[in-house]
């Protein structure tokens, strides 16, 4: 019987450290990121009214945007330990999505340190899950 494991020593360097920082995007994801809550405000401002976008910006929308990407973060790491094809897709879409999300944050508001902290971790997480080394891992042993 296959034991789920949180990390995978045996996988490349490339693909463990993205597994790890998978699990640090979720866990700072749920302990509270103001970008992603001002940036659900302004993309439900884009397809709402100004007194909608409001309400609903006040509403449960910023929590479950959060809480499904901190999830997609999770079990992203989990699926990619244990080798699974969906695991690495869904960590990569989390982190492109990630990404874009603080690019975008990132034109609209002034520049600032934490920004930059984010955008470093972001573009970093792009960088160990789409090199060659974690592409060629994937191709070969993934299910």
Same mark, same amino acid.
């Given at each position: 019987?296959?034991?789920?494991?949180?990390?995978?020593?045996?996988?490349?360097?490339?693909?463990?450290?993205?597994?790890?920082?998978?699990?640090?995007?979720?866990?700072?994801?749920?302990?509270?990121?103001?970008?992603?809550?001002?940036?659900?405000?302004?993309?439900?401002? #884009?397809?709402?009214?100004?007194? %909608?976008?409001?309400? !609903? @910006?006040?509403?449960?929308?910023?929590?479950?945007?959060? +809480? /499904? =990407?901190?999830?997609?973060?999770?079990?992203?790491?989990?699926?990619?330990?244990?080798?699974?094809?969906?695991?690495?897709?869904?960590?990569?879409?989390?982190?492109?999505?990630?990404?874009?999300?603080? #690019?975008?944050?990132?034109?609209? %508001?002034?520049?600032? !340190? @934490?920004?930059?902290?984010?955008?470093?971790?972001?573009? +970093? /997480? =792009?960088?160990?899950?789409?090199?060659?080394?974690?592409?060629?891992?994937?191709?070969?042993?993934?299910?």
């Amino acid at each position: 019987m296959n034991q789920m494991r949180w990390l995978n020593r045996s996988q490349p360097q490339t693909l463990y450290s993205s597994v790890l920082l998978c699990y640090f995007s979720a866990g700072f994801l749920l302990f509270g990121s103001g970008i992603d809550y001002q940036l659900t405000l302004d993309i439900v401002g #884009l397809f709402a009214s100004d007194s %909608t976008a409001e309400d !609903l @910006g006040d509403a449960l929308v910023p929590i479950v945007v959060t +809480l /499904l =990407l901190g999830g997609a973060f999770a079990a992203g790491g989990l699926g990619t330990a244990n080798e699974r094809r969906w695991g690495h897709r869904l960590c990569a879409a989390a982190a492109v999505y990630s990404t874009l999300a603080t #690019l975008w944050w990132t034109a609209r %508001t002034q520049f600032g !340190l @934490g920004i930059l902290m984010r955008l470093m971790f972001d573009v +970093l /997480l =792009l960088v160990l899950i789409f090199h060659p080394l974690s592409r060629n891992h994937r191709r070969i042993w993934f299910q």
